[in-house]
């Protein structure tokens, strides 16, 4: 950052806090260039220790202190209409040509990365404002946000957040199953601006580290979208371990782990990460590698956004890799689906990551891929030719509308990157709806278990539940060549799992008797999946946030550790998010955010 910039911060957030004739910092120790000019006396000490600020409410900052913020970060301040306001007469820029727009854009996972408040699932925002609904409000979705460009603006956020004692909101672009990027009553910041790139050819040297790491690599700043890091490194004959989907950014991604097609080889996304660049709750900006804020660095790496400070970049590990082969095909009925999956060690072990998907419980053939990276057809064949005979073998005198016949096809010399951004899509299922989603991580161990068809048909016999497996785990994520600073905060149970089964839950509507049924459904279908390995768990950023002992399911015996971080770097609970660590001393009364 430029001195002039920081001096610039610094003058700001000084006027700001003299604003804030109503407040002392909770803090005895004040952050770095903070120093108040007159005592600040809290009128209703009491009050903020219980609960977050909300507006309409004594505590919540004046419009002058808002505008004070504005000036801090350059006019990137937003208060922001509901997103579909223009469909409702009475809300800001109704219209039908508005409207119209927002109704071609609602099922589109870009339009949503693209609004400042906007998620891609509206239950997770208590219905407030639909297309088509009856009502419209803001009631469900950030009141203020931080455009963020720049550390500093984050930075002025985060302070702001602080000292007026406002629940903080983070959205990179809403790619969410949880409901986390969507808070009511907050001041959001939108990472979605932080996309700046630095590449590294041949070694990257964390600061305050003796020795560079050899091979390429590249820092991002969080708010970069994966299809925008593959489409550079193409020219740069690169690769990385990315998300599929064209939505998905790093931030949310790298946070609890991330997996993508060269996972089972080269390991999680997490694992990649070699520095990050972070604002804490305190305000200050710093570097977290394995030399210097070891703590922020270990958790920040699998233990959950949103919850230690707001990461600005991180730097994260290249590969160069030959082509990709890939084999894809159906499987129909319980049997073959449950053999394949039985099977899928084969794969797994051999490097291998591939999707399973598709409705069994509606008897509709289940569609399954395999990668391969740096392999040939010929490679790829001689691990999958044995599991497609094993499957030909297998009755599917049970499947409705079934096939014997096993349909494949085999591509090579593919590109990874290519592979992922034709795999994925702004559109899918649930879009601009209702959805929920419940998982869990299986091992080889669990594939083997004579209880595997009973715990298949248990989580995705019903027709509306849909099988997506992501098959990407493997050799590479059970012990990862390029992690650093001896492990990281990802749930212990990746470094077993071969696969993560989901099944997921999506529908229309605003009906929340229907909602409460699907909740109830959700828990059901999890309770099979979690039945072949109960001490097991799942992926935190791919999981119901309902999940029972979600703590332990999200991050196994990590919890505790990382627990004692998020007290020890945010103690005054500054950063809070659904189901993170930390949330459990917190509740959400009607969208006031109160400690327990």
Not at 288 to 305: H, I, L, P, S
Request: hydrophobic share 40%; with cysteine; glycine share 10%.
């Amino acid at each position: 950052m430029r001195v002039s910039t920081v001096l610039l911060s610094v003058c700001l957030y000084n006027a700001l806090v003299v604003l804030a004739q109503d407040f002392r910092p909770a803090s005895p120790v004040p952050p770095t260039g903070f120093q108040p000019a007159t005592p600040l006396t809290p009128p209703t000490a009491a009050a903020r220790a219980a609960c977050k600020a909300i507006p309409a409410g004594k505590d919540w900052p004046s419009d002058l202190q808002w505008g004070a913020l504005n000036t801090a970060v350059r006019g990137r301040l937003l208060k922001p209409a509901a997103p579909a306001a223009a469909c409702h007469r009475g809300q800001p820029g109704y219209s039908t040509a508005s409207c119209s727009a927002i109704e071609s854009g609602w099922k589109n996972g870009d339009w949503h990365v693209d609004h400042p408040t906007s998620n891609m699932w509206q239950n997770h925002n208590n219905y407030s404002c639909m297309p088509s609904s009856n009502q419209c409000s803001t009631s469900g979705y950030p009141i203020y946000v931080v455009a963020a460009k720049e550390a500093s603006d984050v930075k002025a956020a985060v302070d702001f957040a602080r000292i007026f004692n406002v629940r903080l909101n983070i959205k990179s672009t809403g790619h969410d199953f949880l409901g986390r990027s969507v808070q009511p009553n907050s001041l959001s910041i939108w990472t979605h601006g932080l996309k700046s790139m630095r590449w590294f050819n041949s070694s990257f040297s964390p600061k305050g580290c003796k020795a560079p790491i050899n091979g390429p690599a590249v820092t991002v700043g969080s708010g970069s979208q994966w299809k925008d890091i593959y489409a550079t490194a193409e020219g740069m004959g690169l690769s990385f371990v990315g998300g599929k989907f064209s939505s998905v950014s790093v931030g949310g991604f790298l946070a609890n782990g991330g997996h993508g097609l060269l996972s089972a080889k080269y390991g999680l996304g997490a694992d990649m990460v070699l520095e990050i660049e972070l604002v804490t709750a305190d305000g200050e900006i710093i570097t977290a590698n394995e030399c210097q804020n070891t703590d922020y660095f270990w958790a920040m790496r699998g233990g959950g956004g949103s919850t230690y400070g707001v990461v600005l970049s991180y730097t994260i590990q290249g590969l160069r890799l030959g082509p990709m082969a890939k084999y894809s095909g159906t499987v129909n009925g319980w049997p073959q689906i449950a053999y394949l999956h039985s099977q899928w060690p084969k794969i797994a072990m051999a490097g291998g990551a591939g999707y399973i998907t598709g409705y069994p419980g509606r008897g509709d053939a289940v569609r399954w891929s395999v990668n391969m990276p740096n392999s040939t057809s010929v490679q790829l064949r001689a691990i999958v030719d044995p599991i497609v005979n094993g499957l030909k073998g297998r009755s599917v005198a049970t499947a409705q509308n079934g096939s014997s016949e096993v349909e494949n096809g085999l591509s090579e010399n593919l590109k990874p990157h290519i592979v992922a951004q034709n795999e994925a899509a702004a559109t899918f299922a649930g879009m601009g709806a209702n959805k929920i989603l419940t998982s869990w991580l299986w091992s080889a161990r669990d594939v083997a278990s004579p209880s595997l068809l009973q715990a298949l048909k248990g989580a995705f016999a019903d027709s509306d539940s849909q099988l997506y497996n992501d098959a990407t785990m493997g050799v590479g994520t059970h012990k990862p060549p390029y992690i650093r600073g001896g492990g990281n905060a990802v749930n212990p149970a990746f470094r077993t799992a071969i696969m993560r089964p989901a099944a997921e839950l999506q529908w229309d509507g605003v009906d929340r008797a229907k909602l409460a049924r699907r909740q109830q459904d959700a828990l059901r279908y999890g309770a099979a999946l979690k039945s072949l390995n109960p001490s097991g768990g799942t992926y935190a950023n791919e999981a119901d946030p309902a999940s029972p002992d979600w703590q332990h399911a999200f991050w196994g015996q990590n919890y505790e550790r990382l627990f004692a971080i998020k007290n020890k770097v945010d103690p005054q609970g500054v950063f809070y998010c659904r189901s993170c660590v930390g949330s459990e001393l917190f509740v959400d009364r009607a969208g006031v955010l109160c400690r327990k």
